[in-house]
């Protein structure tokens, strides 16, 4: 299989080339070729971006992000619950079998992709490449809070399988009120206290500002000579004859048209992927079509409350919700200030994207994809009738459901806001024809010289596994070369902690002091 950086180890940079198409049309802009072109500003365009020019300072990168600043989108603080997924609180990821069994393996394993992204951004705050880490991370404990004799049993068993597991180390369980309300006062006050209730916790969980990280992230690789292109809407994605890609780009501020070509595309646009890996016009991308869910979040900057909450407390799903529904009463510490947030309320909308058209899923329907995408319509019923529930859903019963987790709040304390748009995976199955997936799935054309990533949760908190799946599946030549770089950076990479407790409580000790944590986190 051929790849972008087939041969030799020199560098791809080529330099600017003059565009004939320049001389002649005054309104396009010269072309130039360059080595790596990242479409979307968003968290898994930066963390690639940083990883290529650690492993590649010589390379030419350019992004292009359509909107005015980068992570606006689900990189946002605001459009997303910035969890830092380690499956300390996530229920969904160690569901219930039918058997009343519940298997940590998932739970486990997302736990360690997230400390892959953590070591790496370690790494980069002791070298001096992220500044202060307060900025984008902060101690905050993770909770569990459940409701009901069965769900009480759920959540004791699920503790027991985690209990003895390294990277779970000091969880805690309770069945006691008293004690929910030294943990987290909000969920105890006013509770009947002859409902059956139960809750796990564990101190070292952090809370993630994704956008922020974002920006220091594209701030970082800007220094190392990147070029970073906001109001930047890349229309068409075309492969040429000699192997490279030529973008095509209007400016969503003049309307002036550029066109650029690159040896290596990522398409890291969020819900705008899947319109431009089809446009692409590879194989790879056909079966695959994208479901839609809106949400939206009540949120409350009053200090009274925000002080009597330090933790982001997660629940179980209601049937029938997708995953990303899981209601949870979240601390959230954006550019600085706290702020206490619950949700998410689900919806739907033909959006791929908040700031995008109405006409994005008709758009994506292809003659390859729309078989898998009914098949999916057919077995989803439940969800959609969920869906549409939430979306008719009055003001007073969102208010309900966080009176589930807060008993005394009241209506004026919290505003509704909307949060980012997920668009989740719809894909052909050999079995049911097609399967929504929940997660996300990495597209890689078959010559490693364009890539993509679909889906959503646990999205951010994972990006740096899968970036490096990304270059590990496109630079296959290359990837022995970086991989002692790689190490270096993180250096667990290509282990599994969870198997080593002491390895698991090394790496926990030096990430939280690189970072800043609290010793133990």
């Known amino acids: 299989m051929s790849c972008p950086s087939s041969g030799a180890q020199a560098p791809l940079r080529i330099g600017s080339v003059p ?18 072109v990242l479409i979307g500003g968003g968290i898994m365009s930066a963390t690639l971006g940083t990883l290529l020019s650690e492993l590649e300072p010589e390379w030419s990168i350019r992004v292009y992000e359509r909107l005015g600043e980068v992570a606006q989108e689900s990189s946002n603080a605001w459009n997303n619950a910035g969890t830092g997924h380690a499956a300390l609180c996530e229920l969904n990821y160690m569901p219930e ?25 370690a790494s980069l705050v002791q070298a001096g490449s992220l500044p202060d880490p307060s900025g984008f991370i902060n101690a905050t404990p993770h909770m569990t ?11 004791k068993r699920r503790y027991e399988a985690l209990r003895d597991q390294p990277l779970f180390g000091g969880i805690e369980y309770t069945e006691d009120i008293d004690v929910i309300a030294e943990w987290a006062p909000l969920l105890a006050v006013k509770r009947n206290r002859k409902q059956k209730v139960a809750a796990t916790r564990i101190v070292a969980g952090t809370d993630v500002d994704f956008g922020a990280l974002t920006r220091m992230l594209f701030d970082t690789i800007s220094d190392r000579g990147a070029i970073v292109e906001k109001n930047h809407h890349v229309t068409a994605l075309k492969r040429r004859a000699d192997g490279t890609w030529r973008l095509k780009l209007r400016h969503t501020v003049g309307g002036t048209p550029k066109q650029i070509d690159a040896k290596f595309v990522f398409v890291g646009a969020g819900g705008g992927a899947l319109a431009l890996l089809q446009h692409s016009g590879i194989p790879e991308i056909r079966g695959y079509g994208g479901f839609p869910i809106s949400g939206q979040f009540l949120r409350t900057t009053n200090p009274a409350i925000v002080a009597q909450h330090r933790a982001k407390v997660y629940g179980k799903a209601a049937v029938g919700a997708p995953p990303m529904s899981v209601p949870h009463l979240d601390t959230r510490i954006v550019d600085g200030e706290t702020a206490v947030l619950f949700g998410p309320y689900a919806g739907f909308t033909p959006k791929f994207l908040k700031s995008s058209t109405w006409f994005d899923l008709p758009f994506s329907v292809r003659w390859h ?45 919290w505003e509704l806001i909307t949060a980012g748009q997920r668009v989740q995976v719809m894909k052909k199955d050999p079995e049911k024809g097609g399967v929504l997936q929940f997660g996300t799935e990495v ?13 959503a949760s646990p999205g951010a908190s994972t990006a740096a596994p899968i970036m490096l799946d990304v270059l590990s599946r496109c630079f296959p030549d290359r990837y022995a070369g970086w991989l002692p770089r790689l190490r270096e950076l993180i250096p667990a990479y290509g282990t599994k902690l969870n198997d080593d407790p002491e390895a698991a409580r090394a790496s926990l000790d030096a990430t939280a002091a690189a970072l800043k944590l609290p010793a133990g986190s």
């Open 443 to 455: 597209i890689t054309g078959a010559d490693g010289t364009i890539a993509g990533l679909l889906g």
């Open 145 to 155: 809070f459940v409701r009901g004799a069965d769900n009480v049993a759920y959540l």
């Open 19 to 36: 565009s004939p198409a320049a001389t002649r049309l005054r309104l396009v802009q010269s072309e130039e070729t360059v080595d790596v």
């Open 97 to 121: 079998a039918p058997d009343g069994s519940v298997d940590a393996a998932k739970a486990i394993s997302i736990n360690e992709q997230f400390q892959i992204s953590r070591q790496l951004w």
């Open 369 to 413: 994809n729309i078989g898998p995408m009914l098949q999916v319509a057919v077995r989803n019923l439940d969800l959609m009738k969920y869906l549409i529930g939430e979306v008719v859903a009055s003001r007073e019963k969102k208010m309900k459901a966080l009176r589930q987790f807060m008993p005394t709040a009241k209506t004026d304390d």
